[in-house]
T-cell receptor
């Protein structure tokens, strides 16, 4: 199993440009999450999904959109990037039941810089 | 509201024990977690404890849970330079079905040779 993978690993955008971050998991997990990590702020939840075709807002959803058309993929979109969206983005997934089912498995992260 | 607090920095000498502390507010939490983040990498689950336990030991790691004080600690015995990382405490509130975790800001552990 590859676990949770994220594409791309690094990206530099100009203000106003758009992009999509892709998260894929091969563990058949129902739940998927997008976080951003900023110095001194810890992990903040952007959006999450409890199953294929469903999405919900987290703590900091503004400026982002998501889609979960397939169970294994969770896409995070930035329609018009702003410097405040410079961050490291992490995707995570988890299964719904069983021992330790609250464990979230993380991808390696995408480092995004908006100039 | 729900909150998880932990100290931001800890520095120890190689071979000593490290103790990282965490306090949380949600008494309904079912699982409490310690995640480890090495430089440039994602987070990995280090260990977790169920809320009906007081202690869990796994090789060099000991987790202590004091539910009365809502205090969680992670002890790393014989700390090695490879243990240098950021350690996140997280709780899983019982309420809701979306299984969101409440995260601390992370404790940066520096191990000095």
């Amino acid at each position: 199993n590859a676990g949770v993978t994220q594409t791309p690993k690094f990206r530099v955008l100009k203000t106003g440009q758009s992009m999509t971050l892709l998260c894929a998991q091969d563990m058949n997990h129902e739940y998927m999450y997008w976080y951003r990590q900023d110095p001194g702020m810890g992990l903040r939840l952007i959006h999450y999904s409890v199953g294929e075709g469903t999405t919900a807002k987290g703590e900091v959803p503004d400026g982002y959109n998501v889609s979960r058309l397939k169970k294994q993929n969770f896409l995070l979109g930035l329609e018009s990037a702003a410097p405040s969206q410079t961050s490291v983005y992490f995707c995570a997934s988890r299964r719904t039941s069983g021992a330790g089912s609250y464990e979230q498995y993380f991808g390696p992260g995408t480092r995004l810089t908006v100039t | 509201g729900e909150d998880v607090e932990q100290s931001l920095f800890l520095s120890v000498r190689e071979g000593d024990s490290s103790v990282i502390n965490c306090t949380y507010t949600d008494s309904s939490s079912t699982y409490l977690y310690w995640y480890k983040q090495e430089p440039g990498a994602g987070l990995q689950l280090l260990t977790y404890i169920f809320s009906n336990m007081d202690m869990k030991q796994d090789q060099r790691l000991t987790v202590l849970l004091n539910k009365k004080d809502k205090h969680l600690s992670l002890r790393i015995a014989d700390t090695q330079t490879g243990d240098s990382a950021i350690y996140f405490c997280a709780e899983s509130p019982n309420a809701g079905n979306n299984r969101k975790l409440i995260w601390g800001l992370g404790t940066s552990l520096a191990v000095n040779p």
